[in-house]
C-alpha cells in the first residue's frame, strides 16, 4: 500500500492447487502455476469506507506430468473436467479466435483482444487456453476441419494428393494468417489436422512411395503448400511496382538475361504456377508412375 492507503499492483506466482481447488482438473497433475495481479482496494462513498481487497486470478500457464515435466502442446494436455468448466466453451473461443485472426492477422491476436470479442473475463478465457499459442494451434486445427477428407482413398492415389494438397491451399488463403505457422515451431498435432495428413500419407504409400521416402515426400508438399500460399498471400505488388521492376531487370539483362527475359517480377499467375509446382513434385517422386497399393481401401489400411 502506498502513502495514499491505495494498494499497488503486484505479480505473484503460486501453485494453482493452493489457490483453486480442483485446479488439476481432476486428473491428479499440477498445474504449473496461477498468476495473480491486480491486488487493490476501492473506496467508495462519502466515509470514503475501504470495500476491501480485490483478486484478480488470471491464468494456470502450464500444466506439469506426474514426472515434472512441463507439457507446453495443447494436445498432448489433459482437458479440463467437463463439470468444473464455466458457461464459455472452448469452441466459442476458438470460433472467435478464427474469426479475430482473418480480420486482423496473427501480429494482432492477443488474449485481451480475443476476451474482449467474448465479452469474457479474462479469468474465464485462461480457464480453457493457457496460452496465446494454444489459441493458434485450436484455431489452425479448426481450419483443417472445413473441408471433409474422404473416408476412403480412390482408384487412382494421385487424383487423392492431387485434390488434398489444392484443398490444403484453398484452406490457407481462406486464412492466409496460417501461413505463419512453420516460422512457430510448433508442430501440427490437431486432430483435424491429423486426419489430413493420415489421408495423404496412406495415398503417397498406394502411389509407390516407399516408407523410407515417405516423410522427405511429405515434407516436400507441406513447404510447397505453406511456401506457395505464403508468397501468394503477402507478396501485393502494384502495377506500377511490376512495371518498374521490369524496367529494373531490363536494364541488368546483359547480366541477367534470363530472369530478365521471363518476367520474374509481373508473373503473378498463382494458380497455374502452383498446378506446375506441384506436378513436377509428384513427378519427381514417380507418383502415379509406379503400380497402386491396393487401390479403393478404407483410408489407414
Known amino acids: ?75 498432448l494436455r489433459p482437458a479440463r473436467g467437463a463439470g468444473q468448466e464455466p458457461p464459455l466453451t472452448r469452441e466459442r473461443i476458438v470460433r472467435a479466435a478464427v474469426a479475430l485472426l482473418d480480420e486482423e492477422g496473427m501480429g494482432r491476436l492477443t488474449m485481451r483482444r480475443l476476451a474482449e470479442r467474448l465479452q469474457a473475463g479474462a479469468t474465464t478465457l485462461y480457464w480453457h487456453v493457457a496460452t496465446k499459442d494454444d489459441v493458434i494451434d485450436l484455431a489452425v486445427d479448426e481450419i483443417f476441419g472445413e473441408s471433409q477428407v474422404p473416408d476412403r482413398h480412390s482408384d487412382d492415389p494421385r487424383d487423392d494428393i492431387t485434390a488434398l494438397v489444392d484443398s490444403w491451399r484453398r484452406a490457407m488463403l481462406r486464412h492466409p494468417w496460417a501461413t505463419e505457422v512453420p516460422s512457430r515451431q510448433r508442430p501440427l498435432m490437431g486432430p483435424n489436422f491429423l486426419v489430413w495428413m493420415e489421408f495423404l500419407q496412406s495415398a503417397l504409400l498406394r502411389a509407390g512411395v516407399t516408407e523410407q521416402q515417405l516423410n522427405a515426400a511429405t515434407w516436400a508438399l507441406y513447404n510447397h503448400v505453406m511456401g506457395a500460399t505464403a508468397a501468394q498471400s503477402n507478396l501485393r505488388l502494384s502495377a506500377e511496382e511490376i512495371r518498374l521492376g521490369q524496367e529494373y531487370l531490363h536494364g541488368k539483362r546483359d547480366r541477367f538475361p534470363t530472369v530478365a527475359a521471363h518476367n520474374y517480377i509481373a508473373d503473378d499467375d498463382w494458380d497455374t504456377n502452383f498446378t506446375s509446382g506441384l506436378t513436377f513434385l509428384l513427378d519427381g517422386m514417380g507418383v502415379g508412375t509406379a503400380p497402386c497399393r491396393a487401390a479403393g481401401r478404407p483410408m489407414g489400411q
Open 1 to 75: 500500500m502506498d502513502q495514499g492507503g491505495r494498494w499497488r499492483g503486484r505479480s505473484l506466482c503460486a501453485p494453482a492447487s493452493a489457490l483453486l481447488p480442483g485446479a488439476d482438473g481432476g486428473t491428479g497433475e499440477r498445474s504449473g502455476c496461477v498468476r495473480l495481479f491486480s491486488i487493490r482496494q476501492s473506496v467508495r462513498g462519502r466515509d470514503r469506507a475501504v470495500d476491501g481487497a480485490h483478486l484478480e486470478v488470471i491464468v494456470v500457464v502450464g500444466k506439469e506430468t506426474r514426472s515434472g515435466a512441463k507439457v507446453g502442446n495443447v494436445w
